[in-house]
């Protein structure tokens, strides 16, 4: 079984940095698609950054542009989000997912087409 592993959530106030880290194990990131999402109380668990690792390609969800990075380190079988600059409003529950990359397309934000998912890991900005 695939699996995906969040950390690197916490507390942090607002305008500061966390680095969330999503581990693969039981399959190598090198051929998939690698999604971040979140979910905040109350409402629909919106895509905020992904990464085709076949080659590097990357997109955004314009809430986070300029604030947030996707990187992969297909040696650690990781991804990263880096997040910078927060906000309260980016508060949620972050989670990756995964999806195979052979179909060729580009990596998005449709929740459902992606096949594996971690359990997740909290993100409280406040001061």
């Known amino acids: 079984q695939l699996q995906l592993v969040e950390s690197g959530g916490g507390l942090v106030q607002p305008g500061g940095s966390l680095r969330l880290s999503c581990a693969a194990s039981?399959?190598?990131?090198?051929?998939?698609?690698i999604g971040w999402f979140r979910q905040a109380p109350g409402k629909e668990r919106e895509g905020v950054s992904c990464?085709?690792?076949?080659?590097?390609?990357?997109r955004y969800a314009d809430s986070v542009k300029g604030r947030f990075t996707i990187s992969r380190d297909n040696a650690k079988n990781t991804v990263y989000l880096q997040m910078n600059s927060l906000k309260p409003e980016d508060t949620a529950l972050y989670y990756c997912?995964?999806?195979?990359?052979?179909?060729?397309?580009?990596?998005?934000?449709?929740?459902?087409?992606?096949?594996?998912w971690g359990r997740g890991t909290q993100v409280t900005v406040s001061s």
């Open positions: 990464i085709r690792s076949t080659d590097g390609s990357t």
């Open positions: 039981r399959f190598t990131l090198d051929s998939y698609k």
């Open positions: 997912a995964a999806v195979t990359a052979r179909d060729g397309t580009a990596c998005g934000f449709y929740r459902y087409g992606y096949n594996y």
